[in-house]
C-alpha cells in the first residue's frame, strides 16, 4: 500500500504545482519558458574569457540608461525657456535627482567606453571573421546609433556648454560631402540652433534612436545566440580557423553552407 505522505511533502508538492502551473500555462501558449531555458542554459565554449563579458557590460550600461532617461523624462521639459531650469530642478530639488541625473551624464560615456572596448575584444579574438559578420555590421550601427544618443543628449541641457557643442557639432556634419549640408539643416530644423533644435533632438534622443538601439540589440543577441560564442585566439576552435568536416546538408535553406576553401560544390 502506498505510503501517505508527510504534511512537508503535501506541502512541497503544492509549491511545485504553483510555481508549475503558470510556468506550464505560458510555456503551452507561447513557448517561451523553453526559449529562457534554452537561451541561459545554452553551451559555450570552455575557454571563455573575462572578456567577453563586455557586451553584457554594454547591455547593463546601456539599460541603466534607459531606466534613468525614463526618470528624468518625468521631469525634463524641452523648450528653450523651461529646459534648463527643469534640469536646475531635478539636480536641486527633486528627491535623488541628482544621482539619477548623475548616473545618466556619466553612465552615458560608460556606456560609449564600454561599446569600444567590447568592439576591441571582437576585433582581437577575430570575431568579426565568418560567419559573424553580420553582426560586425550591426555593431557598428549600434556605435553609430550610441554616439548619435551622446550628441543629441548633450544638447538636453540647453545651457552654453551645452548649445556651442552642438554649434560644433552641426557645424562638422555640415562639412561631409554631398549629404553635410543637408544633414545640418536637418538637425537644426531650420536655418539657426533654437527652439525647434532642441524639439528635434529630444525627439531624437527619447525615441527614434533609443528605438533603433533596441531593435539592433534584438538582433545583436539573436545573432549571438544563433551563431554561438567565439573562442579566444589562442584555442583549436578560434575564430576563423577552417572547419574539417563539410556541414550537414540537412540545412537546406536559402543557402547551403560549405566548408570554406571546399570549392562550394552542390
Ligand atoms: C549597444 C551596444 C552593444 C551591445 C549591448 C552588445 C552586446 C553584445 C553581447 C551581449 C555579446 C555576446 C557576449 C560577448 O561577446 O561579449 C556580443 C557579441 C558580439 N558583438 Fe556586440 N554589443 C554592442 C556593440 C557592438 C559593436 C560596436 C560591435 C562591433 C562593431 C559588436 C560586435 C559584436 C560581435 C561580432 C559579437 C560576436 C562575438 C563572438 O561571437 O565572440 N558589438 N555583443
Known amino acids: 500500500m502506498a505510503r501517505t505522505p508527510t504534511r512537508a511533502?503535501?506541502?512541497?508538492?503544492?509549491m511545485q504545482q504553483a510555481v508549475n502551473f503558470p510556468l506550464d500555462w505560458l510555456e503551452e501558449r507561447s513557448g517561451l519558458v523553453g526559449g529562457v531555458r534554452y537561451f541561459l542554459l545554452r553551451k559555450v565554449p570552455g575557454d571563455t574569457n573575462w572578456m567577453q563579458t563586455l557586451g553584457s557590460a554594454t547591455l547593463t550600461a546601456f539599460l541603466v540608461q534607459a531606466i534613468t532617461g525614463v526618470i528624468l523624462a518625468m521631469y525634463y521639459?524641452?523648450?528653450p525657456t523651461d529646459a534648463y531650469p527643469s534640469?536646475?530642478?531635478i539636480t536641486d530639488h527633486v528627491t535623488m535627482g541628482w544621482l539619477v541625473r548623475g548616473m545618466h551624464r556619466w553612465g552615458a560615456s560608460v556606456f560609449i567606453i564600454l561599446m569600444f572596448?567590447?568592439?576591441?575584444r571582437v576585433f582581437l579574438f577575430g570575431a568579426y571573421k565568418y560567419p559573424r559578420e553580420l553582426n560586425w555590421i550591426i555593431g557598428v550601427l549600434l556605435l553609430v546609433m550610441g554616439m548619435t544618443e551622446g550628441f543629441t543628449g548633450y544638447l538636453l541641457?540647453?545651457?552654453q556648454t551645452a548649445y556651442w557643442a552642438t554649434v560644433v557639432g552641426i557645424n562638422l556634419n555640415g562639412t561631409a560631402p554631398f549629404l553635410g549640408p543637408w544633414l545640418a539643416q536637418f538637425?537644426?530644423?531650420?536655418q539657426d540652433i533654437g527652439g525647434e533644435t532642441l524639439t528635434r533632438f529630444y525627439s531624437l534622443h527619447m525615441l527614434v534612436v533609443p528605438g533603433a538601439i533596441i531593435g539592433l540589440i534584438t538582433l545583436h543577441l539573436y545573432l549571438?545566440?544563433?551563431?554561438?560564442v567565439t573562442s579566444p585566439p589562442w584555442s583549436k576552435e578560434a575564430a576563423g580557423t577552417e572547419r574539417a568536416d563539410e556541414p550537414s546538408t540537412a540545412r537546406a535553406g536559402l543557402t547551403r553552407p560549405v566548408t570554406r576553401g571546399?570549392?562550394?560544390s552542390d
Open 9 to 14: 511533502e503535501v506541502r512541497k508538492q503544492r
Open 77 to 79: 521639459k524641452p523648450t
Open 87 to 89: 534640469i536646475v530642478n
Open 117 to 120: 572596448l567590447h568592439m576591441g
Open 157 to 159: 541641457p540647453w545651457d
Open 187 to 190: 538637425l537644426r530644423g531650420g
Open 224 to 228: 549571438v545566440i544563433r551563431l554561438g
Open 262 to 264: 571546399a570549392g562550394g
